[in-house]
């Protein structure tokens, strides 16, 4: 009776669980803080993003886009497609040089007395700024992540773009000088041809992710893999917000399926 007793209780105990935890990843998912942005969501950031790379190109600043947001931009352009944010990415990415620092935290203080960005300082970690809406108009969890390098020569001859955090993966976040300059300008990204990418696309998320770049949620691992998860699992209760890994081909269609 004990036993019988005991079983029940867990399994109720088990079921609840999953329960309360799906209707939450569902909760997220709808208000697309989690799975998916929505497309107003999507809209917003793009705003966000377009401002303040238009604002540094308009200072001279290098600035070219990297990790999550040049493999938007780069897995676009294989496949003949229109490049926008990954909608189930929390963040976009750009890279900068450490030698223009107050230049840029110049071009942050203007865009924060607009009154449209404002800027935490990372010293330290492996991001430089972080960078969000005032109004959060992006999703609660979206921002701009802004890394800064240097370049550095190794053994007299290999010269690298190196991140500069002590704590970063020095495997991936460092690359060859040769990978990235001279950057390729004047690509689209959130309808805007304003964006920089390393000179040598292919190699460098190819670097970054491995063979199965061009594939989406290639792999449950990871610092996106509980995401990952939890979005699947959801799945298996709505569809809402949940990403669709549909591959869009044909550049006349305006798509978020990357």
């Known amino acids: 009776m004990v036993t019988r007793t005991s079983c029940l209780f867990a399994s109720l105990f088990i079921f609840s669980a999953c329960t309360w935890c799906s209707l939450l990843v569902l909760d997220m ?11 107003e969501q999507l809209s917003n950031q793009c705003d966000a993003l377009v401002a303040f790379v238009q604002a540094l ?3 001279n600043i290098t600035n070219w886009l990297c990790y999550g947001s040049a493999l938007a931009v780069i897995r676009a352009e294989s496949l003949g497609t ?83 955090a002590a704590n970063r993966d020095r495997t991936h976040r460092d690359v060859p000088y040769s990978m990235l300059q001279p950057l390729s300008t004047k690509h689209g990204y959130c309808g805007s041809n304003i964006f920089a990418i390393p000179h040598q696309s ?57």
Request: aromatic letters at 12%; hydrophobic letters at 35%; glycine letters at 8%.
């Open 29 to 39: 998912q709808s208000r697309g803080v989690w799975c998916q942005r929505t497309p």
């Open 57 to 59: 190109n308009q200072q």
């Open 82 to 164: 229109l490049a926008a944010p990954i909608p189930w990415e929390s963040d976009d990415d750009v890279c900068v040089y450490e030698k223009d620092t107050t230049h840029i935290e110049n071009v942050l203080s203007q865009l924060s007395q607009q009154k449209l960005l404002r800027t935490e300082v990372l010293v330290g970690n492996v991001v430089r700024y972080r960078i969000e809406r005032v109004d959060r108009l992006a999703g609660p969890e979206w921002g701009i992540d802004v890394y800064a390098h240097r370049e550095k020569m190794f053994y007299g001859t290999q010269k690298m773009i190196q991140n500069v």
């Open 202 to 258: 292919i190699p460098y998320v190819s670097h970054l992710f491995g063979t199965t770049w061009k594939i989406p949620l290639a792999s449950f691992t990871g610092s996106n893999g509980y995401r990952r998860f939890t979005c699947f699992f959801s799945s298996l209760f709505g569809r809402q917000n949940v990403p669709n890994l549909r591959v869009v081909r044909g550049a006349g269609k305006r798509h978020t399926e990357t």
